[in-house]
């Protein structure tokens, strides 16, 4: 992804992804443009940074409890 697409991939989400989605924007062999990744457990909020300028944060979807659909989350903060 560019970092324009990962900034309106992140909206999308209220800057708030699952762990799953997490996973797909920090992979850097899909995303090459990111160069620094940093996550503040205090908070819980990842940090990332683009070679072209772009810092993002954004929070994780809790885990709250698995049901018989799918899992459920339960948002604790959302940072932009």
């Given at each position: 992804?560019?970092?324009?697409?990962?900034?309106?991939?992140?909206?999308?989400?209220?800057?708030?992804?699952?762990?799953?989605?997490?996973?797909?924007?920090?992979?850097?062999?899909?995303?090459?443009?990111?160069f620094y990744i940093s996550y503040n457990s205090e908070y819980n909020f990842y940090e990332i940074r683009?070679?072209?300028?772009?810092?993002?944060?954004?929070?994780?979807?809790?885990?709250?409890?698995?049901?018989?659909?799918?899992?459920?989350?339960?948002?604790?903060?959302?940072?932009?």
């Open positions: 992804m560019y970092s324009n697409e990962i900034q309106q991939y992140l909206e999308e989400k209220n800057y708030t992804l699952t762990p799953e989605e997490i996973l797909q924007i920090i992979d850097v062999s899909i995303n090459t443009q990111i683009t070679r072209d300028g772009y810092t993002f944060k954004f929070g994780v979807k809790e885990y709250r409890k698995e049901e018989q659909y799918g899992r459920i989350y339960k948002c604790n903060i959302t940072c932009k």
